[in-house]
């Protein structure tokens, strides 16, 4: 006889229920919730055991890895499918969960949850903490704000690097409140510079990632979104179809069939992992508004946006972008936006650089500038737009334009010509901050 064991699992205990291929309960007992632990609980049925299935949980991975490498058949499910199979049950306990559990592996009736490695649990993480701090960090400041309207105070439009000052100047005259400003701005201040050394961690981890880079050649991906989606996918053979990973993500529409006269197709589904789905839609919504190059899904989304709605268009190039990254991952291509370009580039089986250069009669070659809006600096290729991109998101910065700068020893670098935002002074400060973003959110050449 083959055996079927259900884990109801805990911090502390775990219930565990064994049954028989005939369906009849031959064990159920509670033991602490370690690997070992369990495995001795299950010895008795060593050989027979076919399936040992437990709930995806906060403690999974490491659980499922431990079963694992002491020789047990273990199982993760999915945590909805458990929870419509045990949604019958009349009362809901720990017992009760395992014997639903042992069952479910029993009858087959279950879709098996993916363990992804411990590196993506790693960059996870990392996604994760940085979030909660920058998170803390805006609660933190919209509650200065909210607080200092009792006294008829109104901020207005503060940046970032001089809400501190201003704050200090509006509060000056009293005492107390000038004390608990004072602390609420030093916490601020400290949460802000430990988000800065996480998100350069996620900056660097992106750059060293080759896959990671080519996700990024796709305009609107950035370091953030490129991780995100590697740490959520962990494997690309898991989906056999491309277009698969946009339902997963939860970037389709629910559908509700019922006979032949209702047939509902609502809104996205907005499953699976929330913050992939909104890295995809902030990428998305960058290429669409941000992004002035010409790209094919870039063309599409904008046609969709004139006959639909822009906030579905960017839903739909958020879900083409997800198909579209794990075909370059599956095959290990690379993004093409635009092909007229790319064709251009390679023409007569030479690659164009787009650089111009003149030759004397001597032979000497002389550089001039280049085709594109590119130009160089000390030989790296820089970007006006991805410099811009990085300007304008400074809360002092309304509108920003890049341009080359002649540089006897490099060549050229790159000038700013900034608009403030309503509410900024231009003053030497103002650009130091600026600057100072710029820095933080830049490849160091």
């Not at 209702?262 to 589904?269: E, H, N, P």
Request: hydrophobic share 45%; with cysteine; charged share 25%.
């Amino acid at each position: 006889m083959e055996y079927f064991a259900g884990l109801d699992v805990s911090i502390e205990e775990t219930a565990i229920c064994v049954v028989g291929d005939d369906g009849k309960v031959v064990l159920e007992t509670e033991v602490p919730t370690e690997p070992e632990l369990i495995a001795e609980a299950l010895e008795r049925f060593a050989g027979r055991l076919r399936r040992v299935g437990h709930e995806a949980g906060s403690v999974s991975p490491w659980l499922h890895a431990g079963l694992i490498e002491l020789g047990l058949p273990a199982v993760c499910l999915e945590t909805r499918h458990v929870r419509a199979a045990l949604s019958a049950q009349r009362n809901k306990t720990d017992a009760a969960d395992a014997l639903g559990i042992a069952h479910i592996m029993r009858t087959g009736w279950f879709r098996q949850a993916h363990i992804k490695t411990e590196e993506c649990y790693r960059i996870r993480l990392l996604l994760v903490q940085r979030r909660n701090l920058k998170r803390k960090f805006l609660d933190i400041e919209n509650a200065i704000r909210h607080s200092l309207k009792v006294f008829g105070i109104r901020l207005g439009k503060v940046g970032r690097g001089s809400m501190a000052k201003a704050v200090r100047e509006a509060v000056a005259g009293d005492a107390m409140t000038a004390g608990l400003m004072d602390c609420m701005l030093r916490a601020r201040a400290a949460l802000w510079d430990e988000y800065l050394i996480l998100h350069k961690l996620v900056t660097q981890l992106a750059m060293r990632d080759e896959l990671c880079r080519r996700f990024m050649a796709i305009p609107g991906v950035g370091p953030v979104t490129a991780l995100s989606f590697k740490s959520a996918i962990d494997d690309p053979t898991r989906f056999r179809r491309s277009r698969n990973v946009a339902a997963y993500f939860g970037l389709t529409s629910r559908r509700w069939q019922s006979g032949s006269p209702i047939d509902v197709k609502g809104r996205i589904s907005k499953a699976g992992d929330p913050d992939v789905r909104r890295a995809l839609y902030e990428a998305a919504s960058a290429m669409l508004t941000r992004f002035k190059g010409r790209d094919t899904i870039k063309t599409w989304g904008l046609k969709l946006a004139k006959t639909k709605c822009h906030a579905k268009a960017r839903v739909a190039v958020a879900r083409k972008l997800a198909i579209v990254m794990h075909a370059m991952w599956r095959d290990g291509t690379f993004y093409v936006g635009d092909p007229d370009a790319e064709a251009q580039r390679m023409a007569g089986g030479v690659y164009h650089t787009g650089d111009v250069a003149s030759i004397d009669a001597d032979g000497y070659v002389t550089y001039i500038g280049r085709t594109d809006d590119v130009f160089k600096a000390s030989d790296y290729k820089v970007s006006p737009f991805e410099l811009e991109s990085v300007l304008i998101e400074h809360p002092a910065v309304a509108e920003a334009a890049v341009v080359p700068a002649p540089d006897p020893v490099r060549l050229a670098v790159p000038k700013a010509y900034v608009v403030l935002a309503p509410g900024h002074e231009p003053t030497a400060d103002t650009a130091f901050e600026i600057l100072k973003h710029a820095r933080e959110h830049l490849a160091p050449y």
